[in-house]
């Protein structure tokens, strides 16, 4: 009798692993699907990555720029240290002894972001009430004096003119290890380095901070000529079909059950009932919506921000690529719809898309997210591959920047269009790659904005 019971029980048990097993091979990775009604936690993450990192040796910057994985180790050094620390980082004060222009001057390293973030978003844990609720835009390490008890960090908002200052009573390693290599002359020999616009001869014509490259027919800037592709096009017949629904599968609860509707145009729509609807369009990009079901729930910014990061984590459908170059640039909201805007970059330097590709694609950036009530929603994104020529392969590409920012700018303001404005300050300069084709090759220039306008000089 004991030995049929054992018998029993063991064949339920396997019964429930067959039926476990069946179900993860009937329905898929669904990672990014659950995402879409998972509740989670408050956790410590890398919630908001930096548009640009800089290291500044007190005279000259250099863009960190070697892979995703150098970014993610200072980052990670930096948020664990803060989120580490919480009891010091409730006693920010505000500092009044130290200007911008005076932490520009100093060793350390500058983390640069394209918008507005409150110290929560950016190390993705909760703090207790702060003494000031802070938006920054720029974070400051203090590299300048090495002291093996503490760590001077500086808060910058936008203005560039509140700055905060947190004492952290540790040392950030690989901080002090990246300092030390932009320090040393065999390093930077043949790099270009950065000028801040606030202390060069060019001031006057550009509004708070822009790193400018000091770059010159010598020294240029040289880069990788990028190549752009719909990896999707490229491919026929039930391939195509077959390499589509490896991105659209994990949006839906029984892959195998989704209706599909192949329109004249190209494009496809994926839908199940009462479920997600995916549209693949051929100019090159992917789209989802879903019914938000959930019950309002009122998420901190914290909260709707990570719910937003691991679905871009977890989702197959975002190529891997473009998951490690995002950054947040817009956070806009609609009522309770909340809509978050990503940009890309490669190495360093954004990749800016012109009023022509975005039109053709109907995105403003590469990445776009909506949260409403506890949901990821939305989605729209470029699926365009974006990728370097095979060093090996006759097409392999590089080129270079030779003008500097000296010619630049005397060229915008000697224009013709720029006389039908009224003078004043450009809102910044930089050298991007210029995505003006949705298929080709992808060049790095100059560009400004000015009065909302895009300058192409």
């Known amino acids: 009798m004991r030995k049929n019971i054992i018998k029993v029980v063991i064949l339920a048990m396997l019964s429930v ?105 950016l190390i993705g844990s909760s703090i207790d009430k702060l003494q000031e609720d802070l938006n920054i835009q720029q974070v400051f390490v203090d590299m300048s004096v090495y002291n093996d008890h503490k760590t001077n960090l500086y808060f910058i908002a936008g203005d560039l003119k509140d700055i905060y200052k947190i004492i952290i009573y540790n040392r950030l390693e690989a901080h002090q290890k990246m300092v030390e290599r932009f320090n040393d002359p065999e390093v930077t020999k043949s790099l270009v ?14 509004k708070g901070n822009s790193f400018l490259p000091l770059n010159t027919k010598e020294n240029p800037i040289e880069y990788e000529v990028l190549k752009i592709n719909n990896p999707i096009e490229e491919k026929q017949g039930q391939e195509k079909m077959d390499v589509l629904e490896g991105y ?50 009122r998420l901190t910014r914290v909260e709707r921000l990570i719910k937003v990061m691991d679905f871009i984590k977890t989702c197959r459908g975002i190529p891997e690529f ?102 004043g300050m450009l809102d910044f300069v930089q050298c991007r790659y210029i995505m003006d084709t949705a298929k080709g090759k992808l060049k790095m220039n100059w560009l400004a904005f000015y009065q909302n306008n895009w300058y192409y000089p």
């Not at 009604?37 to 640009?52: D, E, F, S, Y």
């Not at 890309?344 to 409403?372: A, P």
Request: charge should be neutral; proline fraction near 2%; aromatic fraction near 10%.
């Open 17 to 121: 692993l067959c039926i476990w097993q069946m179900g993860m091979l009937w329905l898929g990775d669904m990672s990014g699907h659950n995402f879409l009604g998972k509740n989670t936690a408050v956790r410590h993450m890398i919630l908001i990555q930096p548009k640009m990192m800089w290291v500044n040796t007190g005279k000259l910057a250099y863009r960190v720029e070697e892979s995703k994985r150098e970014y993610d180790v200072l980052i990670e050094e930096f948020l664990s240290l803060v989120a580490s620390n919480k009891k010091n980082v409730k006693k920010v004060e505000k500092e009044a002894s130290k200007s911008y222009e005076d932490l520009l001057s100093m060793q350390g390293v500058l983390y640069e972001y394209d918008l507005n973030v409150s110290l929560q978003e």
């Open 193 to 206: 380095g950065y000028q801040p616009s606030i202390t060069s001869n060019k001031k006057q014509y550009i």
């Open 248 to 297: 659209v599968n994990s949006f839906f609860a029984n892959p195998l059950l989704k209706q599909i509707d192949k329109k004249e145009n190209g494009s496809v729509i994926f839908g199940e009932n009462m479920g997600a609807i995916v549209k693949y369009d051929p100019v090159g990009t992917l789209e989802f919506n879903i019914t938000s079901s959930a019950q309002e729930t």
């Open 322 to 423: 473009l998951k490690d170059g995002i950054y947040l640039s817009e956070i806009t909201n609609q009522g309770d719809a909340y809509h978050y805007k990503f940009n890309y970059k490669h190495k360093g330097f954004s990749v800016h898309l012109t009023q022509k590709v975005k039109e053709e694609l109907g995105l403003d950036h590469i990445l776009e997210i909506t949260v409403k009530n506890n949901q990821v929603v939305r989605g729209k994104w470029s699926i365009l591959n974006i990728e370097a020529y095979d060093k090996t392969a006759t097409t392999y590409a590089t080129d270079k920047v030779l003008r500097g920012f000296d010619e630049i700018i005397d060229r915008i303001y000697e224009s013709p269009s720029k006389s039908q404005y009224e003078p």
